[in-house]
Every structure is written in C-alpha cells, then in structure tokens.
C-alpha cells in the first residue's frame, strides 16, 4: 500500500458535472480528490482486507444472533422497549441485508482493525462504486496508470446479483432519503440503479412525503403502495418517528432491515469483542459504564468484565477512544491518552447517548493525510473498497474520497 | 481474475428525473398480433396500425427472431421453456445456415408498439412473441409474460427495449435456461392482453 501523485483528468470538472455528482467540491474543499491515489497488491487486497471484511460480517451476524435473544443487551444498545420485538421479529423472519461499509484502519501490513460498521445508512456509494470505477478507466486509456491495473471494486455488480437473488423480476422498490441533500441522495440513486439493472422498478420519494394509508400501509409521494422500501435514514432515528408505530403492521419489507438497528451501532464493538476476543482484526472495546471506573489510576472495572479487561487494562491507559454508540462522521468522538482528552470531535449531536471504549488504533499517516478504508459489504461478502482520507485523526465530514487501484 | 464490474451506473439524474424514469415511464400503446394476416384484417378495420406498417412491424419482428430469439443445445430444454411442439431447430428457422444442434422457441406472435417509425437507442417497434412454459405468451428477452398473443394494452416502453442477439453465440445450456426462471411472475403483475 503506497499513495502516488498521478496527473488529474484535465476534463475532472466537466466530467463531474456532465454526470451529476454536484459534491465534488464540499465546503469549498475538493471532496472528490484525484491529485493522488493509494496503490495495493492484490494479495493485500484479498488477504488483508476482502477476506477479513466478510469474516467480520459473519462474526456479525452471530452477534445478532446473540444481541436479539437477549432484552438486557438490546437496551444497552438503545434499542427503545417498544421497538424490541421488531428488531428480534426482523431477525427471525431473515429480512435480507443488502449493504454495509466498515471502516478500517489498515497500513499495508499487519492485520486491518474494525473501527467501527456502518451497516445501516453507509453514504459515498456512488463515488466508490462508479466514480471511482471511472476514474480507474479514464487513468489507464491516458496511460497513467499501467494496462493492467484494477480496482477492488465489483460494487455495482454484486448490489445487481443482490437484487436479483432477493426479489423476483419488476417488484417495485421504493427508495428514501432526506430531501435536497446531495450526497445522500447520490447513494440512493447509485442503489436504484443497481435495483433497476437488476430487473426491479426503482421509485424515488423523499422522505417526508411518505404516508401512512387507513389500512396503515406505507405510501409514497404519489400514494402508491410501499412493498419494499430502501430508506437512507438511520433506525436509531426511524424507530423514535411518530410513523415507528406503523412500521410492524405496515407490511412493508424495510432495507437495511430492522436488526441493522444493533449492527450500526457501537454498541456492537464491546460484544463482538466479548464473543471473539484477541481477534486480529478486532480492536479490545467494552462499554464504558463497565469500565469507566477503571480507565482512572487506581479504579477497577466491573466484576462481570473484570478478567476480560485485565489483558488490556494498561493499553486502554495508555490511549483510547469513547465513542457514543450512535454517531455519524465521527460525531462525539473523543481520543484519551494517558488520562488526557487529546482529541475531540466538535460535534456534540450525540453526546446524550451511551459510549463504548475502544483501544486506540493510530491511523497510517500518509503525506499528512489518514486513510480509513470503507470496506463495502453487499449481502455477506465484501465487494470493494473507498478510501476517506483527513489530516485530523478523527476522520469527519471535511475528511476527502481517494481512488485507489491494484497493480503488483 | 478482475476485483472490478464491468460496467457501472454513472449518471445522478436528480430526484425529478429519476422519480419520472421510474414510475412516471412512457407508456406505449400496443397491439399484438398472432401473424401478418391478422394485422392486415386489423389495419382495414381502422386499428392502430396500417397495412404498411404491419409489413414493416413483422419485417423488424422476423429479423429480432432470427437475432435474437432464446437459442438451446437441446430441443427437449427448448419444450421445457416453451411448451411441446413449440420449438424447432435453427436450421429450419433461419433461411441462411442456421445450425442443425441449436433449438429456437418458434414465433407465435408480435407486439407492436406504437412507437412505429421513431424508435432507436436500443427500442424496437415490434417484438416477437413465443410460447412461454405454462401456455401463455412471452418477449425474447423472457422478462414479460402475456396472457394472449391477440388483443390491445398500455404497457411500459421497457417492453420494446431491443432483446440482446443470441445468434452465433454458444448455444444456452440447460442451466443458463434454468436460471432465467420466474416466468408467470410478471404476467400478473401486468394483466395482459385480453380478448
């Protein structure tokens, strides 16, 4: 894994508005940006981080498994008492998930280390799926880049495969998104497409234009009756809507479904370490009401973690991260060394959730840049990869989207 | 062994654009016909289409057949798709050196659309129409069933989209064929042609 510095397309500008993708350019920054790239090996590629990202989902799901048997567990991850049953109900019933993104930390050696899933609402869809896709071709027709190359990226076709596997040909798809927000928006669309190719009808309405009917069927912008409906909208926030109430006689099949509700959520991090702890490609987590306590000289954790934490008590010292168990672009992050608060998010949006602790993992610097790598999961294998890259050390929303390719 | 698609969906249409592709699409008005003769008799009585473009409609139709028809290595896969006795060999369909072991669906209709004379970008005006397994009627591609090969609807424009050639391609094997599967699915869905 090496960044280079490669030429950007002459045309990048014209290119980018003929097709769309109107964020390139965010806050009066490049988001989308080309003026360099990061290499892989195939061998790093495939043994470092497909392999362990579709491990990582099957771990997941066995987690699920747990988490929704389990009322204690599920009120630890904040999942409202009401709402319980749907989730578990979504899980037995074997709802079909049909994408995620993992963020890792990974440096071109040594195992790749799980920061955190996004299984529910994972945006920047379209710029590593197609964008991305395209830049790869443009660079190698320009002879900046070697014939041969690839992209780990087989994102658009696996999310095809996906849809045809679940649904028959012309079932109706109905997708969501907060209204007039670009960059969700694109992901959602990237999504549809794939559904459309797929053989599916692909209906867009946005989010707040949805109804419910006398019958308490879901109902878009046009009221047409919702059979399965894509939203881009997380289930943290879903399940305390007013319509939440509608959603278990609806009807309506919901994608990601309900039981992402304890997937996209870092509350699952504490418990994939309990079930597999010392994995490689795990880092040490525990909720931090178990052992806050021990995280000051002298403290102690909770008996029930006590023997779990002990291996890690003096790496937790000497640096980690308290994450709220939701939270989106690295909102309430906070970095501890030493017992000192070194880094911190300024957005406190989710500050009045619980958090977990995680050991601190430091990112690889590359030219005053930190990558994470989104490892895209399409049913349960992982099908590609985008690269986010920030100079700070909490990866947030000014953070930029590299391209990548493999080359030997 | 390539980490990358093969293609990829590039364009953001906007909300506006996408929401009217998909549920906003153009609808055709269509009429199918069992052969040429009933298009003709159609015509006189003031149908849809003229006698001229009946002619033109199963020329476009015929040479989609002869391109584009759903092609088997075995006659027996053939019948499992479209029924006993509607199937017939390549040779026999195609008047210039059709292959004596690939098996074609043989025509029972055509669906013509009443973008007649503007179609392009990959649509057709016309498509033939064969036998499906369970005694109704389906497009070249195998993506919509009908319910008669006769008769008069609105349908979605996807429904003249240009099937993809199969001639001179590896004949389909029995698994290929198998994988094709939902037939009946969309037939429902769509109501179809009726008397």
Known sequence: MRKITLPERPDLAAKAAEVGFTFAHMHGEPYWDESSAYQFTLAQIEDDLEGPATELHAMTREAVNRIVADPALMDRLGIPQAHQALVADSWARGEPEIYGRMDLAYDGTGPAKLLEYNADTPTSLYESAAFQWQWLEDQMAAGHLPKGADQFNGIHEALVERYRELFPPDTDIHFTAVADNAEDYATVEAMAWAAREAGMGAHYSDLDKLAVSKDGQFLDADDRVIGTLFKLYPWEDLLTDDFARHIAKSGCLFLEPAWKAVVSNKGLLPILWQMFPGHPNLLPAFFADDVADALVAGGQPLPAVAQAFAPVAEQFRAAHVVKPIFSREGAGVVIVEGGEVTDASENHDYDGHARIVQAYHALPEFDGFRPVIGAWIVGSACAGIGIREDRARITQDLSRFKPHFIAE | ?195
């Open chain 2, 1 to 195: 062994m390539r980490k990358r698609s093969r293609t990829v969906a590039l364009t953001i249409l906007g909300a506006a654009a996408f929401t009217v592709a998909g549920c906003r699409e153009e609808q055709v008005e269509a009429q199918a016909f069992p052969d040429l003769a009933s298009c003709q008799a159609a015509a006189s009585d003031g149908g849809l289409v003229t006698a001229g473009e009946c002619d033109q409609a199963f020329a476009e139709a015929e040479a989609l057949h002869v391109e584009a028809a759903p092609r088997y290595d075995s006659l027996a896969v053939c019948e499992e798709q479209h029924g006993a006795g509607n199937c017939g060999s390549e040779e026999e369909q195609v008047s210039n050196g059709g292959s004596g072991g690939i098996f074609m669906p043989l025509l029972a209709g055509y669906l013509i659309g009443s973008m007649l004379g503007r179609a392009g970008g990959g649509m057709a005006a016309s498509q033939p129409m064969y036998r499906n397994a369970t005694g109704g009627f389906t497009n070249a591609a195998g993506t919509t069933n009908f319910g008669s090969n006769a008769g008069r609807a609105q349908m979605g424009a996807q429904n003249f989209t240009r099937p993809a050639a199969t001639a001179g391609r590896a004949p389909m094997t029995s698994a290929t064929a198998a994988s094709r599967g939902g037939f009946g699915g969309a037939g429902a869905a769509r109501g179809g042609f009726g008397g």
